[in-house]
């Protein structure tokens, strides 16, 4: 089983070939292909790679599928004895890619 841990927009993923994940907004087109660079770990049927702090060597090949929101997190802030209470909603945009392939370049 090969995968890898991959370091994208400040936030760590362990990546498999053949399944999508939803990021954070990537700003590009539908359907265009992405390569992922920051990869951290690699395991390659039982040869792991462990990067300094980024391995070189190592590209991952995703393809966006589309762009989305996701659910609605509530934000309740209360000062107690003031009467001061704000409830906020947020909605993260995310983008979903499927990963095509992990490829190590030797």
Do not use: C
Not at 10 to 25: A, S, V
Not at 67 to 77: A, F, P, S
């Amino acid at each position: 089983m090969k995968y890898a841990i991959v370091e994208i927009s400040g936030r760590q993923f362990w990546i498999e070939t053949g399944k999508y994940y939803d990021l954070n907004r990537i700003p590009t087109e539908l359907g265009k292909e992405i390569v992922l660079n920051r990869v951290l770990l690699v395991n390659d049927e039982g040869q792991i790679s462990i990067g300094k702090p980024y391995l070189e060597h190592v590209q991952i090949k995703g393809k966006v599928l589309e762009h989305l929101r996701d659910t609605k997190k509530i934000v309740y802030k209360m000062r107690p004895k003031k009467k001061t209470r704000k409830k906020q909603g947020h909605r993260q945009d995310l983008t979903r890619v499927l990963i095509e392939d992990i490829n190590i370049v030797k």
